[in-house]
């Protein structure tokens, strides 16, 4: 028989709280659970169960020595939530780069107007950014990441115990800061093919308002980048699809070599 003395004692439900804080720090910046209206209590409870999965195995593999005073605690906390945040955060700077990347070429087109509710990342954006961003994460459900997201999580226990040290070592800071740098590779990557076509478009565009000053270039150009983006987006859908694969591939590759 279960002793609830035990099982519920002081020791135990830190422990817990541990558990449950790292998991939070990870469902605040991760995609799809930071990125999308998804309701806080769904979340909380998603949180607790996977914490409660997690309790008797992380219990089993540490010496987790319980804090004498709130400070202590706070400091535990803080720490677990750190850690879970960077996971996150490390994954979820390739939907910031694909965004920034579609940001660049619809400017180009001229869409830059054309803003609306983007609930992926709760301020406004251009439909197509929206478009590229579900277009992401089908992708990033569809290759199984969000269980990667979790293995690196269950794998930070073993690797970062919960306890008073904090295990981020100079070399962890390093290499998420290599990833945060790759942000703007990403959106280079997703830019250049659209944005390289529009900005030849406007070179020659120029070079005809310069032979045919009578007429409208602005009237003419503006239908025209339009029209050619939305044209290209089509044609390079399913190369930008394969691209962004093998780029959420890669950074769950260096995730899981951090965590």
Known sequence: MFNLDVLFSVGNIILFMAIFTRLSGLFFSAPLFSTYPIPPQAKVWLAATIAFLLFPIVQYNTNFVTPNSVPALTLILFKEFLIGYAIGYCANILFSGIELGVNTFTVQMGLSADQALNPASGGNSPVLTQAYTYLASMIFIGLGAHRWLFA?????????PIGYTLSFSPA???QIILITSQLFSVALG????????????????????KMMPQMNIFMV???????????????????????????IEQFLTKISLIF
């Not at 690196?152 to 970062?160: E, P, R």
């Not at 997703?190 to 565009?205: K, N, Q, R, S, W």
């Open 152 to 160: 690196a999580i269950y794998n930070s226990f073993k690797d970062m």
């Open 172 to 174: 962890i800071f390093e």
């Open 190 to 209: 997703i830019a250049i093919p659209i944005f390289g076509v529009l900005f030849i478009t406007d070179i020659l565009l120029g070079f005809t308002s």
């Open 221 to 247: 150009s503006l239908p025209l980048k339009i029209y050619l983006g939305l044209l290209l987006s089509f044609i390079f859908m399913r190369p930008m699809a394969e691209h962004i694969a093998v780029l």
